[in-house]
T-cell receptor, first 112, second 117 residues
Framework: GENVEQHPSTLSVQEGDSAVIKCTYS??????FPWYKQELGKRPQLIID?????GEKKDQRIAVTLNKTAKHFSLHITETQPEDSAVYFC???????????FGTGTRLTVIP | GAVVSQHPSWVICKSGTSVKIECRSL??????MFWYRQFPKQSLMLMAT?????????EQGVEKDKFLINHASLTLSTLTVTSAHPEDSSFYIC?????????????FGEGSRLTVL
């Protein structure tokens, strides 16, 4: 089955700096890669996703890159703000498989 | 986007009692729903896949008699924690893909925090 690894487990940045979270996956059949933000005690919220037919996607301050050959994808947050502080999870899934395989999470802290 | 509602959001119960958690897809049909358990500061651990009209599929190490799952309709799945013990205290979350679109995106419930005394 799929194995998703995520690094780092914790990340602290100064407000305004950029944050990068990296994930690797093992199943070459995976073709959908969402990123979720989870605040304490709340449900995960989809913030951005990418499919295997593109290498990069951007939505305002958030971008995701995908390298299919190396089987890794990354989340980039620019101009970080205190409200970006949360736990971020990457995930991977292959079409038809339905179930997402989650990374172990990254706790991002943005220091004002 | 699609909405998944989970109830109750939190519950406190005595050891030995059973607790039922409901997961509903409000504006779409979900032939499949997933149940996760999340310990503090950890990732979501898939417990089981709930299938409408058939038995749930449990992940390795998850006791099916302990965590009863019923997928009664295309919009409702329930998780019952039977004879709960303090070690069952956790955050339980359900999710569902929109069977109609099959994009791969999952929609999560609000989560249920269970505390067993």
């Amino acid at each position: 089955g799929e194995n998703v690894e995520q690094h780092p487990s914790t990340l602290s940045v100064q407000e305004g700096d950029s944050a990068v979270i990296k994930c690797t996956y093992s199943d070459s059949a995976s073709n959908y890669f969402p990123w979720y933000k989870q605040e304490l005690g709340k449900r995960p919220q989809l913030i951005i996703d990418i499919r295997s037919n593109v290498g990069e996607k951007k939505d305002q301050r958030i971008a995701v890159t995908l390298n299919k050959t190396a089987k890794h994808f990354s989340l980039h947050i620019t101009e970080t703000q205190p409200e970006d502080s949360a736990v971020y999870f990457c995930a991977a899934v292959a079409t038809g498989a339905n179930n997402l395989f989650f990374g172990t999470g990254t706790r991002l802290t943005v220091i004002p | 986007g699609a909405v998944v509602s989970q109830h109750p959001s939190w519950v406190i119960c005595k050891s030995g009692t059973s607790v039922k958690i409901e997961c509903r897809s409000l504006d779409f049909q979900a032939t499949t729903m997933f149940w996760y358990r999340q310990f503090p500061k950890q990732s979501l651990m898939l417990m089981a896949t709930s299938n409408e009209g058939s038995k749930a599929t449990y992940e390795q190490g998850v006791e099916k008699d302990k965590f009863l799952i019923n997928h009664a309709s295309l919009t409702l799945s329930t998780l019952t924690v039977t004879s709960a013990h303090p070690e069952d205290s956790s955050f339980y979350i359900c999710s569902a893909p929109d069977s109609g679109t099959n994009t791969g995106e999952l929609f999560f419930g609000e989560g249920s925090r269970l505390t067993v005394l």
